[in-house]
């Protein structure tokens, strides 16, 4: 049985994994899309669409390797969760598609990427709208 502090203890640890890795990958990808934009100009975002492909090949890559060997649950949390996370979310949103369709789920993968791509759009929008709002339009 569990006791109180060893389930406490094990909490700081997920927490640390997850915060750590999502420091690393926050400032991989602050430098990573430093060093890109301005070489490609910014009339696209190179830089952006750089992170999310490559954030979505180390995914697939690691939680491949991952579920085809033993590595402890803390690599997910500090890889996938913490330093991928914080450099991309788009790579766990690609993966899931991956899942879905591997799952021959492809009516509810259609609806994952396509939804995500236009609600998220949307909702991006909906906050730009109401930032105009609340800042009486000088948004």
């Given at each position: 049985m569990m006791t109180p502090a060893k389930t406490g203890m094990e909490t700081v640890t997920k927490v640390l994994l997850v915060g750590g890795g999502g420091f690393i990958g926050a400032n991989a990808r602050y430098w990573l899309g430093g060093l890109?934009?301005?070489k490609f100009g910014s009339t696209f975002p190179w830089g952006t669409m750089a992170i999310n492909v490559s954030g979505s090949l180390v995914i697939g890559l690691f939680l491949g390797l991952m579920a085809g060997l033993d590595w402890s649950p803390?690599?997910?949390?500090?890889?996938?969760?913490?330093?991928?996370?914080?450099y991309t979310t788009y790579s766990s949103f690609a993966y899931e598609a991956v899942n879905l369709l591997g799952q021959k789920e492809y009516l509810r993968a259609l609806f994952y990427v396509e939804g995500t791509a236009l609600f998220t759009v949307f909702a991006a929008w909906l906050g730009l709208v109401g930032a105009r709002m609340v800042m009486g339009g000088k948004v």
């Open positions: 890109i934009q301005p803390n690599w997910r949390l500090f890889v996938a969760i913490g330093i991928l996370g914080g």
